[in-house]
């Protein structure tokens, strides 16, 4: 069994048990959203934990996916061929803008990937004529509870987003994990620890950060794209630098090195929040006290540290 079959088999399972054990549409509602943010996180596993490379701009792909259903629409396209060409222009750009600021690294590249980010976020803002500036605008999407009562499955609207999002991860993470064991995965990952390393061993390292950089773009767009449907709106917020954090905390809070480990923290910082709310003056508080002790004591992510933990105990007994 391959391990792109095994994650997507993974993630089917919690999509499922998910499904059975939400009583409301609200539950439905949040668990729609850990999918979304799973498809930008898991984007920035090949990014960040098999090239090991920080973006702090991938915010900016995400809007350009989610706005793409607002303004090519309004030109005549409708929003589900909208759509791809959205996720299309994310990766051109990831291309375009890549192929400079990827000869950087370390801060320098997280301070150009922010630099683009901000010029994306200021678009979304200021040219109100394209975006509808600070108030965002609708989104003309499809209601998919239709899609699933045309094959004989009543549900409700967030149900239909909830399945179609879960989906949308497990393939996304299917998909990842056998990029990891392949030959470019396995490039991208020497280039994690040296570049000169990497090089000496015939790693084309420009070509392998450039590709890790446009699949990351392409499924930060594919994300926006797909919560842009979800929500029927969408606002500039989806392009703030704030974004950006959020996507690479989650990553490393979770151990980004591994499609697993992404979803760890996306499930962490999603659902955490929402339960968290019964102590309202103390929820962020919490949030940041959990953040912190996580990064000094596992610095490698919660995954990492749990697995290393039961080979221990495994060697033990």
Same mark, same amino acid.
């Given at each position: 069994? @391959? $391990? &792109?079959?095994?994650?997507?088999?993974?993630?089917a399972v919690l999509v499922i048990v998910g499904a059975l054990i939400s009583p409301s549409n609200y539950y439905f509602r949040v668990g729609t959203l850990v999918w979304i943010n799973a498809v930008s996180v898991i984007g920035m596993v090949v990014l960040l934990g098999y090239v090991g490379l920080v973006s702090l701009g991938h915010a900016g792909f995400f809007a350009i996916g989610a706005y793409s259903v607002v303004v090519l629409p309004n030109y005549g396209l409708p929003p589900l061929a909208a759509a791809p060409v959205g996720v299309a222009l994310a990766g051109l750009v990831a291309y375009v803008i890549g192929r400079p600021i990827l000869k950087l690294s370390g801060y320098y590249l997280a301070i150009a990937t922010l630099g683009f980010g901000i010029l994306v976020w200021m678009v979304?803002?200021?040219?109100a004529w394209l975006? *509808?500036?600070?108030? &965002?605008? +609708?989104? $003309?999407?499809?209601? +998919?509870?239709? =899609?699933?009562?045309?094959? *004989?499955?009543? #549900?409700?609207?967030?149900?239909?987003?909830?399945?179609?999002? &879960?989906?949308? $991860?497990?393939?996304g993470g299917g998909l990842i994990a056998n990029l990891g064991q392949s030959p470019t995965g396995r490039a991208m990952r020497a280039?994690?620890?040296?570049?000169?390393?990497?090089?000496?061993? *015939?790693?084309? @390292? $420009?070509?392998?950060? @450039?590709?890790?950089?446009?699949?990351?773009?392409?499924?930060?767009?594919?994300? &926006?794209? =797909?919560l842009s449907f979800a929500n029927g709106y969408i606002t500039p917020e989806v392009g703030g630098f704030m974004h950006s954090v959020e996507m690479v905390t989650m990553a490393v809070l979770g151990g980004a090195s591994s499609v697993i480990g992404a979803l760890v923290g996306v499930f962490l910082l999603t659902v955490l929040p929402q339960v968290l709310t019964i102590f309202a003056e103390?929820?962020?508080?919490?949030?940041?006290?959990?953040?912190? =002790?996580?990064?000094?004591? #596992?610095?490698? *992510?919660?995954? +990492?540290a749990f697995l290393n933990l039961f080979k221990r105990l495994g060697r033990k007994s």
């Open positions: 069994m @391959s $391990a &792109g079959f095994r994650i997507f088999a993974v993630i979304l803002t200021k040219e975006t *509808g500036g600070p108030d &965002g605008g +609708p989104v $003309a999407g499809p209601n +998919p509870k239709y =899609l699933f009562r045309a094959i *004989g499955i009543d #549900m409700t609207t967030a149900e239909a987003w909830y399945w179609i999002c &879960g989906l949308v $991860a497990a393939i280039l994690h620890d040296s570049d000169v390393a990497a090089q000496s061993l *015939g790693v084309d @390292s $420009a070509r392998a950060k @450039s590709v890790a950089f446009i699949i990351s773009a392409l499924y930060a767009a594919t994300a &926006g794209v =797909l103390y929820e962020h508080m919490i949030l940041g006290a959990i953040m912190v =002790l996580t990064m000094v004591l #596992m610095r490698d *992510g919660l995954m +990492p």
